[in-house]
């Protein structure tokens, strides 16, 4: 058997070689090694390749009218807050007016606006809360972009420590503003110049609406966190203002060109009035308010009773003031007796006062409400014998052993009496209750 033999010489070359051998073989790896990389960061972020979140939707405005009928010195003696709203809608040319006053561009070339801006750095965002939905307004292309397709104004008024006027108004504009597009150049009076522009902003917005004969009201006590919740507005954004803006339900009378001489309604038949009657803990908050919504939109006076007076908590973190006891209900003052859910709601089943309040709407024939798991009210009271009814699902044996006829529908209307399933049915159920009350 042949020896082998492994010169120095031998062994010198092969040592020398071994860095050549490395990275002959490493250059095709690590190039493969930096594609995967990419392509996978790029799979795994596709969220870097775009600036922002598309908007569901754009609405262009008109144009803006940039004259008008009314001075500057009568808008500003007419300047009320206005708190109560008929709920009619508004048009998108009066929208379009709004977001001019408050962010419009006023010279294309250098992108001056309605409102000064320290620095021209515009930090502000105008949201608007609608019937529709939640959009921004883009002041460049005056445009409206959809951000949200859910009218959020009843979560608005729970943020806003459940102002009625934040559900009511046919349009909230939340004035939004970022500290930090203004901390570089401004670094400890960012939060300051912010604060300043978004007055700036509120005030022309306000006085515009007065020039459309709007009402509007400004709310800044509100929970921000929630707020942002409701809107989904972005994260580097804190609301700062909103402005309620809306028709008034209750007109300044005007003669002359003079103001504060009093007040009238917008028309002149009687009010319909309805009392609402939540427990005295854990109502559901979506059933009274959106209720409530329904009905003071349609003109309908409302009142909330319970069995104590003062702020009531929801099932939810919400609170409602109560402002009667229902033991002081006198059912010939109101078109509709209305018994709101929630977990609650139980308190009246075996109430006497409650069932005679019941028996007493019924037999002359008021318009009687009840939704979620309230209809045992009705049941327990006797008077939902023949009667077409729906209710939660818990309730649907006792409501079949008083003689309903249980349907399971979002909403019943049999006659004057309303029943509806639950939360996801109050705006329906609100809808009827009101429809029932003018159709009488």
């Known amino acids: 058997m042949k020896r082998l033999t492994i010169s120095k010489v031998s062994v010198v070359r092969f040592v020398a070689g071994i860095p050549n051998l490395f990275r002959s073989v490493w250059e095709p790896i690590k190039w493969g090694l930096l594609v995967i990389i990419l392509v996978g960061f790029a799979t795994l972020c596709p969220a870097q390749r775009k600036s922002r979140i598309p908007p569901l939707r754009v609405i262009q405005l008109p144009a803006p009218k ?12 007419k300047r009320r807050s206005v708190r109560e709203f008929t709920g009619q809608p508004l048009n998108f040319t009066q929208i379009s007016q709004l977001a001019w006053a408050g962010q419009g561009i006023t010279e294309k070339e250098n992108g001056f606006r309605t409102a000064p801006s320290a620095g021209a750095i515009y930090p502000i965002n105008l949201y608007f809360a609608i019937q529709g939905g939640v959009f921004v307004y883009n002041p460049y292309e005056h445009s409206l972009e959809q951000t949200l397709d859910q ?25 939004a503003g970022s500290v930090r597009k203004l901390t570089a150049k401004y ?33 800044g006590a509100f929970n921000i966190r929630d707020v942002n919740k409701a809107c989904r507005l972005p994260a580097n954004l804190e609301p700062l203002y909103i402005i309620c803006v ?11 060109g003079e103001e504060g001489k009093g007040t009238h309604r917008t028309d002149s038949t009687k009010a319909k009035r309805a009392v609402l009657i939540i427990a005295s803990e854990n109502f559901r908050e979506e059933e009274l308010f959106e209720t409530k919504f329904v009905l ?49 709601a139980r308190e009246y089943f075996d109430s006497g006062v409650a069932l005679d309040i019941a028996r007493e709407a019924a037999d002359k024939r008021k318009v009687l409400a009840a939704i979620c798991i309230a209809p045992s009210v009705l049941a327990n ?7 077409r009814a729906t209710s939660f699902v818990s309730e649907r ?27 996801e049915a109050a705006r329906l159920f609100g809808e009827a209750v009101a429809d029932a009350i003018f159709s009488r």
């Open 296 to 344: 003071d939109g349609a003109g309908v006076e409302t009142v909330t009773a319970s069995t104590r007076t003062g702020v009531i908590n929801g099932m939810l973190g919400g609170s409602a003031e109560a402002r009667i006891l229902v033991r002081d209900i006198v059912v010939d003052d109101y078109d509709a007796i209305i018994f709101i859910g929630g977990s609650g």
């Open 66 to 77: 940039l004259t008008g009928t009314v001075s500057i010195e009568e808008v500003l003696a």
């Open 397 to 423: 044996a006792r409501l079949q052993r008083a003689g309903a006829i249980y349907t399971g529908a979002p909403v019943e209307r049999d006659g004057p009496i309303i029943t509806g399933r639950g939360p």
């Open 246 to 256: 809306g028709y008034p339900a209750v007109p300044t009378i005007t003669g002359k």
């Open 381 to 387: 009271a006797g008077v939902l014998t023949g009667v």
């Open 151 to 175: 009218d959020v104004r009843i979560r608005l008024a729970a943020a806003a420590s459940n102002q009625g006027v934040v559900a009511e108004a046919a349009c909230n504009i939340i004035v």
């Open 187 to 219: 670094r400890n009076k960012a939060q300051r110049y912010m604060l300043l522009e978004a007055g700036h902003i509120a005030q022309n917005i306000q006085l515009q609406a007065v020039g459309l004969k709007l009402g509007s009201v400004s709310v």
